[in-house]
């Protein structure tokens, strides 16, 4: 597909086309998904390796690490750096919901300044393109407890909770996860368990820790695994998941949850009470 547009092909950055109704939905549900977890901008570059999203937003806590990688595309070609760029959250969402099965995005500059062309079967959209803030960077995180589920059952385990945070806890054996609802009201409990939407759950705390001794290890037996989270930053975060997709969970004590997919992941920080 050729991208129709007034701009020469040397004012061009990049541009990559999208073929087939499942690319153009997912990447659709991808910008869906940030655009509710990061509210007003989507910050993108453009590499060799694919298109890039990485962002912090600091007000949800919440860490975004992307990667599409360009051979997901039919068509990907750069002809220079585009460096890092920002783009309203909620217009390009609007733009690529309208792509049924066929999708072209290009970066063109002018002198003065850039803009993303949105095309689709039917029609095409320019978004402006602002400065943007630093890449943020994707820590390296331990963590004791990775486990898979389906993602239609995590989200409608949630649909349960009712306070502002819940909590999850896995004990030994490390047979099931248990979503509790995190206030003074009667206590809800959720057991997700092998063959009703959790697919695996594997304790790696030992594995990841190298100052671990048999003291924290008897600890870890007592008292079990489990963190405090947002329970609206993770229903937000799980809209980037359909509902029959498979959806990695990983989280230790009091530290982030990060879900993962075949792009990257997304960190969102516990909630401690400090003694």
């Known amino acids: 597909m050729k991208v129709q547009s007034s701009k020469t092909a040397e004012s061009r950055v990049f541009v990559a086309g999208l073929a087939g109704r499942y690319k153009v939905d997912l990447i659709d549900r991808i910008l869906s998904a940030l ?10 570059k453009v590499t060799s390796a694919g298109l890039s999203i990485k962002q912090l937003n600091l007000a949800k806590t919440i ?7 360009h051979d997901f595309f039919y068509k990907y070609e750069i002809t220079e750096s585009s460096g890092l760029f920002a783009i309203d959250a909620q217009r390009i969402t609007e733009l690529v919901n309208q792509a049924n099965s066929r999708l072209t995005l290009s970066l063109q500059k002018t002198k003065s300044e850039r803009e993303l062309v949105c095309e689709w079967k039917d029609g095409s959209a320019t978004l402006p393109v602002f400065e943007a803030a630093d890449e943020a960077s994707s820590p390296s995180l331990d963590h004791a407890i990775e486990a898979s589920l389906i993602a239609k059952v995590l989200k409608t385990s949630l649909k349960m909770i009712d306070s502002d945070y819940f909590q999850i806890r896995a004990f030994p054996p490390f047979s099931e996860l248990v979503l ?25 705390g030992e594995e990841k820790s190298e100052n671990k001794n048999s003291q924290e290890s008897e600890d870890t037996d007592e008292i079990g695994i489990s963190g405090v989270y947002s329970t609206k930053a993770v229903r937000n975060m799980l809209r980037l998941w359909p509902a029959e997709s498979r959806v990695t969970l990983e989280f230790a004590t009091n530290r ?11 960190i969102l920080a516990p909630r401690v009470l400090r003694e």
């Open 35 to 44: 655009n509710e977890i990061l509210s007003h901008e989507i910050c993108m």
């Open 180 to 204: 509790v609802q995190d206030d003074d009201s009667a206590t809800k409990e959720k057991h997700l368990r092998r063959g009703s939407g959790l697919l695996s759950l594997t304790y790696v």
């Open 63 to 69: 860490l975004v690490d992307i990667e599409i990688p």
């Open 256 to 266: 982030p949850l990060a879900l993962k997919f075949r792009f990257g992941k997304l």
